[in-house]
Structures are given as C-alpha cells and as structure tokens.
C-alpha cells in the first residue's frame, strides 16, 4: 500500500475544491486533487439557474450592492447564518463573477433598449441601459430584492465548472478522478492526509498532506428522493465525523425544493411558477390559493413544499407506481411561451416523461414532489474555513457548514458560495499549507491504512441477514417520511430509533463478492454505514430543535424561538460504537451581529419568539449610525460588523453609474 | 394484507416484461471472460435506463457496474452504446424499443474499467491539455473592475459550444476514431472553435495550428458525421469543424 | 538528406518549432483534385451520353473536342493529352486519398464491427466511397491508359466496337457505377467538410444536398447505363464490320 506526499491535498473535484485548488497552486504550492468521478461531472454541474452577485448591470438590478445582497442572505437564513461570513461572501461575489468571465464563462450578456420580459404572469417592458450593453445580465430568482442572479441560459453550473475545471489543469494541478476518500488520517487534533479507495483497483493508498481540504459536496442521497445527482453521499463530511474529533454544523437544516419533477427528481426550476405556472391536485384543483391567498405559488420554497405535502396528506394526491404526487400546470402560459422561455423545462419533460407541458389540458401536466435540494449543514469551520476542532482540516462549499445559508439557502448562492468559497477558503488554505511542515508520521499513516485495509476485509466476513440495499432503502425511506418537510417529535423519535437499528444492521450483512478490487456492493457496505451516521446527525439534531426556523419545521413547535434557539447544532460521533451522534450547540450572537434578528418578510409574521437582546442591539446600532453621521456604507458598515478578507477580496467592486464603487 | 399484495401483482401485470442484455466483463480480473448477461424485469411508466439498471444493481445483481452521475443528461457520465448507437442511457427511455429489448455495451475507444464503465475522465483532461482548453491572454483582469465587453450574439456562440458535456460519444460515433485512436474528434475540435471564437482569447490561427493542424486535429476528419448525429446535446459540430477547417487550411495558405 | 525533414523525424516540428503545413495542403489537394474530376465526370457523361441524340451528334463531339474547327479532320492527341491532365489529377487524388483508408486489416474491422452496429448513413456511405475509389484504382487506370494510347478510336463505331467487340462492357458497366457513386458522395462530404452551405440552417441544408446528390447520382447512372446500352446495341449491330470507322453523312 503506497503513501503519497503532496503539499496541499484537496478532497471533491467540484466548483469548490477546484477554485481552491487554483489559490493553493498560485501560491507554489504542489497539489492533487481527488475525486470519485471525472471532476467535470461534479454536481456543480447541475446548477441551473445561476449564480447571484451584486453587479448591478441589468435594469432590474440597478441600486444593487452588496448591503442588499447581504440583507437578502442573512434574511432567507433566518437568522441562522454566520454574518461575518456573509459579508465576506457578499463583498468577493462580484469579484468571483468577473474573474470567471475572464477565464471565460460566457456569461449571458445584456443587450441595450427594450425587451419583453413576463413579471407575475404580466406582459411587461423593460429597458436595458446603454451603458450596460455587453456587461453580465442578471435574472430574478426567488427571496432577493433585485435581479441579481447571473447566468449561461441553463447550464451556469456547467459553464462555471468547465471553466474552473481548465484552469486547473491550466496549472497542471493533479487531478485525480475514480478515487474515494474513505478515512481521515490524523494524529490527535492534527489532520494528516486521507486513506484513498481506487474506484477501478481497489487499491488501498495513502495520502499525506500539509493541509487537506474536504469539498464533497452534500449528502442529499440519504433522502429517499432528492435532485442531488447520485454521488451525493456526503462520504466526505461522515469521514470527517468518523474522527470523532470534527464537529459537523446544522446537520438538520436541510433544503426541499418544491417542483422535481416525479419518479427522476430533476429539477424543473421556479421559473415554471414565477411565469404563471400553477399546481394542481388530483382533482385537477388548483389548491395553493386556499393556503397561502396572497402569494399563491409563489410563497418562498419552503413554504410552497410545506403545503403541497400537507395537501398530499388529506389525500388529494395522485397515486402513481412512484409514490404520491402532484402536478405543475404550464400549459396555461401557452405554447409560444413555453417554447420560448421554458425551453428546458419542456425538454426535460418530454425527454424523462413523455410529457409535452404545452399540451393543452391535463395531457400536458408534469407531475411535481418536493424533493430534497440542498445541504445547508457540513463540516463546521471558521469563517477562514478551517474546521473549528482539527488543525490543517478545511471544507468548502456545500460540504462545509461556513454558515453562509444557516437554515434556507437562496437560490442562486449555491454555485456562488461554491467559487466564492473556493477564492477565500483556498487562500486561506494555502497559506496554512505554506506554514506547516509535513513531518513524518509514519507510523500514525500505516495504521490508518492497515485499519481501513482490515475494516473492508471484516465486511467481506460478515455473516449476516441482512441485504445491505435494502438497509439503504429503509434508511432513504426514514429520512423521507419522518425526518422530511414536515417534522414532529414522535415521527423524529421513531426515525432515530429505527436509524440506529439500521446503522446496526450494517454489520450484520453479507456481501456475496468477496472481491477487494472494483466491487459495487462492497461500495455500499461501506457507504451505507457512513450515510447512515449523517442521517443520524440529521434526525437526532431535528428532534432536540425544538423550534422552526427556515427549512427545519416542528408541527409541535411551529415558532422561530430565537429566545432559546439562536444557535447551531452541533453534532460529533464521540465513540466507535456510538450509534447516535453527541450534540451540542454554539451561541450565535446577537451583540456582534450587523442585521439583529427580525421578520423576514415572508412567512407568518405571528411565528416569532424575539431574542431578549434583539431590541438592544438594534437600539446600539441606530445610535452608532447617528454618531457617524453622514458617511458612506462601507463606513458604517466597517463600524458595526468589522470582517477581513485576504488577496484583495475587500476592495471596493465597481458598478456603473455608482460613483463609490 | 393479501388483497393488497394481490393488488399490488396486478398492478404490475399490467406493465411488460423487458430484457436488457448488459455487457460484462472485468479486465482486471484474470478469472473474468467478456459475456453478455440478460435480465428480466418489469418496466414501469417513463422509466428510463438510470432506473432500470439502478433497480437491476439493487435487486438483481449487486455486481455489474456502471456509471451514472445526474441521471439528468447534463454530466455525461452515462454515455454507452444502447442497441448499437452511443446515447446518455439516463436519457434513454425503455419505451422506446418497441420489441423490449436491450442490450447496452460500454462505449468504445475509451479504456474499459469494468461491465459499462470506461475512463473517459483521463482521456478528456488530456485532449483538453492538448488544446489548451482554456483562455489565453496576456491582460492581467482586475477583478474589482467592471467586466470586459462582450456582444450578447457572441457570448450565445460561445455558449453554444460551451455546452459540450466530454460524454464521449462523439468519440464512439466516429469512424476515424473507431480506426485511428489519436484522432483528437469532435470533443478537441469544437473544443478550439469555442476559444477561436471568444473574444476573451488572444490566439491566432498559427497558434490553433500548432494545436490541431495535423492528421490527428483537424486534417483527420472524414466528415463521416456520427459526431454531429448523435451528440446528446445536439452541438453544431459539422459546422464548427468546417469552420476551423477553412481558418488553419487558409493559414497553412499563407504562411 | 534535407535537414528539415530530419527536424521534423525527429520532433515532428520544423526548425522554428512549428507544425507543418504539409497535412492542410495535401487536405486542400484532395478536396480540389477530387472536385475537379467531379466536375471534369459531370461533362464526361454528359458529352458521352451524346450519343443517345444519334451517331451524327456523337461523331461531332468527338471532332469537335479533337479541335476539327483548326485541325482538319480532328487531331486525336489532343484527347491524348486532355486523358494526359485528366490522369495525373487521378493518380494525385488516388495517392493523397489512398492515406484515409484503413491501413490495417485491425483498422478495416474495426470499422467494419461499428458500422455495423451503429447503422448510420453516412458512416455506411464512406464503405462505398472506398470500395468504389478501391476499384477506380483499376478500372480508371485502365480507361485512361486506353484514351492515352488509342485516342483516335473514339467515334459512334470505334467506341461501341471497344465497347462490344472488344468486351470492354463489363469494365465500362463497373467504372460507371463506381465513378458516379464516388463523385456523389464525394461532392457531398465535400460539401459538409467545407462547410459550403452552412448559413443559417446548417442541418436542413445538410439534408438537402444530400437529397439532390442522391437524385444526381440517380440521374448519371441512368443516363450512362442508357448511354452504355446504346453503345453495345451499335456495337452489337456494327460486329460484321468491326473496325470500320464512321464517317460524316453516312446512312445508319
């Protein structure tokens, strides 16, 4: 079994661990990034609609910046977020845009004069400045005051990643695809490097690092039904678990997008609805308005799911040999539309349905489930994005818990973070990479290896009942129906019971190729015990939460309680043989915070317990801003919630037609 | 409990029995012989290639292996050869083959890995080092500044191109390549058009030639068109081909 | 030896580090020399076809390409010599071409497995191209070779009599089929490979040249193979006085 040194070990190909890779190999540094699959196929991929950042460019943006952009973040988190590193995200985003036109995202561009746009259905006209001409465009995208979300058509994920993906081999970054990181190597509290599974081989390696950094992405697969593409195992984030020493941040904040599309689980994007599409039930009724009469459909998403599941429940429904489903009416919009703006969306259901959404009637109906979407909970790292327990240990992107999106992502910051991340995080990696001397710790990294090397030959001994799949199966079943939309305390209490009966269960299987090279089942007896550990995570927070807060939703506790809950979870898995997490939670404070906590404007307005401090700190800061008297932003800003960024990250972007810029 | 179950038998009587004949082989594996193996199962409504070879791994057979990533045809992970043509098998819905049967080979001219997986990762990093697949200019950007400049129709071109997924499968549809596995194909030729056409990039023609210029790159095509029929995402490649032709035969012209 | 070509043996560049252009021009050559004799068949079987209007018509072409309008009577080298041009063109387009075929028998069945199972028009269209240009190899060489050297025997008798008499048919029967297959399809790669009609709709227009080369083809082959029986009818008919040549006036 062979060891690999490098300087900087990056774990996940996606937009993230990529960007990342590009800061550590700018600054000398030798690196190999490792991933399960081609990095280009990363689920970075995926993103659709776009990535959000405060330009200003496009009419409907104009008077954007980054306060409105930061506003928007911390209020879609509901209050969960780290503000710090909002600001920090908010302040690069514009940077990150535009480096990445540079390399060469054609991003779509703004074309002067008049065009039609469909604003609440209505027909409208808006005029493109001319000296926006040929600067990046921006779409409007759900809980953001101003079109702030920049896009390619609808492969921004594609285009972003492809773009990252040959800068990096630009630089001759090792990549390495068909490799699994399945153990962290660390002694005490200093993280060594990884044990690598070769996809193709089998083979066992290990990889030592100054600096290793975990950029895998989500754990969305742990949900019976997810966009997530089918790597999303969140293997990253249990290995870091596994140490027993990484804390993982809000592992139950966990994101449901109202409208995949049934039984595939491809997204069909809230544009459907924005233009005017509606949802109907097995009766053909459309039932949103008698829930939310004044947003209708257009409530935020979680909201929207929240409610087409509660409809599900009182048996309205459509039966279908994947489950239980509703559906989502374009057919409304007319052909012409569809086919001109919803182009994807009929391409999409035509190609994994049959469906052609421009069909008139119910012949052209797509049926919708809210599906999981996103993973606002990971690795808990600090605002440098260097794990909060373990020295040399950094995460990026959706595996990380930065606390950018606290308990309800905005669209359009998902790939965003991603970059932004990987532009800040990655310098900070690197300088720690460059500070650090590998010493030998060779004994420390055989044992690591001959440990995972005996951990998988032990599976292969187990001599049990019990069918790995469908322990998976049950698992992604649990998840769905007692730790999903919808939670309360028996349905989570049962979820952990029956989780840890499972995460039992994974030693009492047996695996019938006894093969140690490239062994899909094996894949899953390992994966799967490790799932399960996240789904634990997930359960176990969701049931101590007593209180709802973005994503998370307690039917038994319906109110965001920031008086008792103004915090984060944090969840460990202290032993071995532990079959729950351990839990304990970190303060966010209300006295450093820029924007005290308050209504997001949306939702119930009545579901609100306030935070006894709320009220002080929004006095100091009314007061501050008095004192300072007439001064710009970046002024007061600086005086009530000071951050720091490396590289040049803070300089001011500029904007047209906005003299400070 | 027994109604239910009867029901439920009767339910899936309805739907018909298909058969997918799945290439295995393991060439790492001195015990293993290429074979095809067949599996019966009952096909469910839209039920594409992702679902039915998911349900045969889960349920069937825990040890054939392939590839799926989005199963939502943007990563191209799941390139294969389905009935003899190279398709994205999570697009590919059974319905289609009206006699319900399938058989599915792994793509060509890649290296084989096991069953229905091959390295395209290794193959497309280096066809895009080889191109240089990315943007060359000498303009240190400043990022704080406003961007550069680009005509909307130009950034839709580029963007046209750009949404090449490296599924390989211009690669399996090309004589050429199928013959002579240098040929760099469609993938590495498009691949230059899309930079020759960004305004971002600084190359001249001379450059592209250096990239291209020979039996490998460009002057190895046959215009034998399996690239630009069966390219999932349905890239002007014909075009894009023609037009690199005509740019770097007119600068060996010149120079 | 030339130092340029060891430079470029030795590092596939030329002594300033560059690629040669050698592979853009000899793919210019193939496409021109092969358009050219597209061009250079389209008239062929047209002028040859001249016998379908009857001997006369036929024996005045012939004069007319031997230039009687200068030389009295006609003079055949020119012929000669235009079969002459005609045949380093063709042997240029042959030996450039000659570097697309399968090299190897693994190359040829390679090609031939996936053809097969990818059933795909155009991929299946180039199999004809190399079994006809294969052939042409022969089948040209020998027609040319016989204008080259026997030009004067070209007439409304001396053609249908080599034709006939000669059992020149079969080979005549087999370069038809072989030469307008290999121009059609020829044409229409060229077409796609230069980009020719590419304009707004780039695929349509694909389809529709492929469509008029496929009524092309249809067109030359029957008028040849109509043509061609004509002349073995002559022939069949003029066998009692093989070798007599036609003249101007004379009665059929």
């Known amino acids: 079994m062979k060891i690999i040194y490098t300087d900087a070990l990056i774990v996940g190909g996606g937009l993230a661990g990529l960007r990342s890779a ?56 509901d209050w969960g977020c780290d503000q710090e590193v909002a600001r920090m995200f908010v302040t690069t985003a514009p940077k990150a845009i535009r480096e990445l036109a540079s390399w060469g995202v054609p991003w779509t561009r703004i074309k002067k004069g008049d065009r039609e746009v469909i604003i609440n259905g209505q027909k409208e006209t808006i005029t493109e400045r001319d000296e926006a001409h040929g600067l990046i465009n921006a779409r409007d995208f759900g809980g953001t005051k101003k079109w702030r979300t920049c896009y390619t058509a609808d492969a921004t994920g594609h285009t972003m990643l492809y773009a990252v993906a040959n800068e990096a081999l630009k630089r001759n970054i090792e990549i390495r695809d068909r490799k699994e990181a399945i153990s962290i190597i660390h002694e005490g509290d200093r993280c060594l490097g990884v044990v690598v599974r070769d996809l193709i081989s089998g083979e066992l390696c290990a990889y030592v690092a100054k600096g ?10 742990i949900y019976k039904q997810s966009t997530n593409a089918i790597i999303c195992k969140g293997i990253g984030t249990a290995m870091a678990l596994q140490t027993g020493i990484v804390q993982l941040g809000n592992m139950e904040a966990v994101q449901f997008h109202p409208t995949p599309i049934v039984p595939s689980g491809i997204l069909l994007t809230e544009g459907c609805r924005g233009d005017g599409g509606v949802l109907r039930d097995k009766d053909g009724y459309r039932f949103m308005p008698d829930y939310e009469p004044e947003k209708k459909e257009l409530a935020s998403r979680d909201v929207v799911s929240r409610r087409m599941v509660e ?24 052909r012409e539309h569809i086919e001109k703006n919803l182009r994807d969306i009929q391409d999409i259901s035509i190609t994994f349905n049959g469906i052609d959404p421009a069909d008139e009637g119910s012949k052209g109906w797509m049926p919708v489930l809210p599906m999981q979407h996103y993973s606002m909970g990971g690795i808990r790292v600090k605002p440098t994005g260097e794990s909060t327990t373990m020295r040399g240990l950094f995460s990026a992107g959706e595996a990380a818990c930065w606390d950018l999106h606290g308990f309800n992502r905005l669209g359009g910051n998902s790939v965003s973070e991603a970059v932004v991340a990987g532009m800040i995080v990655g310098e900070y990696f690197a300088d720690y990479c460059k500070n650090t001397h590998l010493q030998s710790h060779t004994e420390t990294i055989q044992n690591a290896l001959e440990g995972q090397y005996e951990y998988l030959k032990t599976i292969l001994t187990y001599n049990g009942s019990h069918n790995i799949f469908a322990i998976k199966e049950q698992m992604r079943n649990v998840m769905q129906e007692k730790v999903g939309i919808f939670r309360n305390g028996k349905d989570l209490n049962e979820a952990v019971v029956e989780l840890e009966i499972l995460l039992k269960q994974t030693r009492e299987i047996t695996v019938n190729d006894k093969s140690m090279g490239n062994n899909p089942e094996l894949n899953e007896a390992y994966r799967v015990p490790m799932m399960l550990k996240l789904a634990l995570c997930v359960a176990k927070g969701a049931l101590e939460r007593t209180e709802s807060r973005g994503a998370h939703y307690r039917e038994d506790f319906p109110k965001r309680d920031d008086a ?79 951050f720091e960024l490396p590289n040049g990250y803070k300089d001011k972007n500029e904007r047209i037609g906005e003299k400070n810029g | 409990m027994g109604d239910a179950l009867n029901q439920k038998e009767n339910q899936e009587q309805t739907f018909r029995t298909i058969e997918i004949s799945v290439f295995r082989y393991n060439p790492y594996s001195k015990h293993s012989k290429p074979r095809f193996e067949t599996y019966s199962l009952s096909e469910t409504p839209s039920m594409t290639l992702y679902i039915a070879l998911s349900k045969i791994w889960a349920t069937m057979d825990h040890h054939v292996s392939f590839d799926f990533v989005c199963r939502a045809g943007i990563c191209g992970s799941c390139a294969m050869v389905i009935n003899g043509k190279p398709r994205l098998a999570c697009k590919t819905r059974t319905e289609e083959f009206l006699d319900g049967k399938i058989t599915l080979m792994p793509l060509p001219t890649f290296k084989h890995i096991k069953d229905l997986q091959v390295d395209t990762g290794s193959w497309m990093n280096a066809m895009s080092q080889k191109v240089e697949s990315w943007i060359h200019t000498k303009e240190k950007t400043d990022i704080s500044k406003i961007e550069k400049r680009v005509e909307p129709d130009v950034a839709q071109a580029v963007f046209e191109l750009d949404r090449c997924i490296e599924c390989g499968i211009c690669l399996a549809s090309c004589s050429t390549r199928i013959m002579r596995e240098s040929f760099i194909g469609a993938v590495g030729l498009s691949r230059v058009a899309r930079f020759a056409i960004d305004p971002h990039d600084e190359r001249t023609d001379a450059d592209y030639y250096e990239l291209v210029g020979d039996d490998d790159g460009i002057f190895g095509c046959m215009s034998l068109m399996g690239c630009e029929d069966h390219c999932p995402k349905e890239l002007p490649l014909q075009t894009k081909i023609a037009y690199m032709r005509r740019k770097l035969v007119s600068q060996a012209i010149k120079s | 030896m030339n130092k340029a070509e060891i430079y470029e043996f030795l590092t596939s560049r030329n002594k300033q580090k560059k690629k040669s252009r050698t592979p853009a021009r000899l793919d210019a050559i193939q496409s021109a020399t092969g358009a050219i004799l597209a061009l250079f068949i389209v008239f062929h079987l047209i002028f040859e076809s001249s016998i379908l209007l009857g001997k006369e018509a036929m024996y005045r072409l012939t004069k007319f390409f031997e230039a009687d309008f200068i030389f009295e009577g006609g003079e055949p080298l020119i012929i000669s010599a235009l079969a002459f041009v005609v045949f380093v063109v063709f042997v240029l387009h042959a030996l450039i071409a000659m570097r697309k075929f399968p090299a190897s028998y693994r190359e040829y069945r390679r090609y031939q497995t996936h053809r097969h199972l990818l059933v795909h028009n155009d991929t299946n269209l180039w199999f004809i191209q190399i079994t006809t240009g294969f052939m042409m190899f022969f089948l040209g060489s020998i027609h040319l070779y016989t204008m ?46 230069w980009g020719v009609f590419d304009g707004v709709q780039p695929q349509q227009n694909r389809l529709l040249a492929k469509k008029i080369i496929k009524w092309l083809i ?10 061609l029986v004509t002349y073995i009818k002559i022939g069949y008919e003029h066998q009692e006085h093989y070798g007599e040549r036609y003249h101007k006036g004379v009665k059929e």
């Open chain 1, 311 to 334: 409809h599900i429940r009182k048996g309205k429904g459509v039966s279908s040999p994947y489950g239980d489903h509703l559906w989502l009416d374009i057919s409304i919009l007319g």
């Open chain 3, 218 to 227: 249809v067109f030359y082959l029957a008028l040849g193979a109509v043509s």
């Open chain 3, 148 to 193: 080259m050297m026997q030009p004067s025997k070209i007439g409304p008798f001396a053609s249908a009599d080599r034709i006939f008499s000669d059992g020149m048919w079969p080979m005549y029967l087999m370069l038809l089929v072989s030469v307008v297959l290999h121009a059609g399809i020829g044409v229409y790669r060229l077409i796609i490979k």
């Open chain 1, 22 to 77: 590009i800061a550590v190999r700018d600054k000398g540094l030798e690196t190999i990034v490792l991933s399960m699959v081609p990095v280009k196929r990363s689920h970075s991929a995926a993103a659709q609609g776009g990535m959000q950042a405060s330009l200003g460019n496009a009419t409907k943006g104009e008077g954007d910046n980054e306060d409105v952009h930061f506003a928007d973040t911390v209020k879609g988190s």
């Open chain 1, 564 to 642: 008792n809950w103004l915090k984060r979870t944090i969840a460990t898995w202290q032993n071995h043989e532990d079959t729950v997490p351990t839990l304990s939670y970190e303060e966010i404070s209300i006295d450093t915070m820029e924007l005290p906590p308050a209504f997001r404007g949306y939702g119930r307005k009545d579901a609100l317990i306030p935070h006894p401090f709320t009220q002080n700190r929004e006095t100091q800061i009314e007061k501050l801003k008095e004192q300072m008297g007439d001064v710009d932003r970046f002024e007061i800003q600086e005086a009530l919630m000071p």
């Open chain 1, 212 to 221: 290793t950094m975990i950029a895998t992405g989500g754990y969305g697969r």
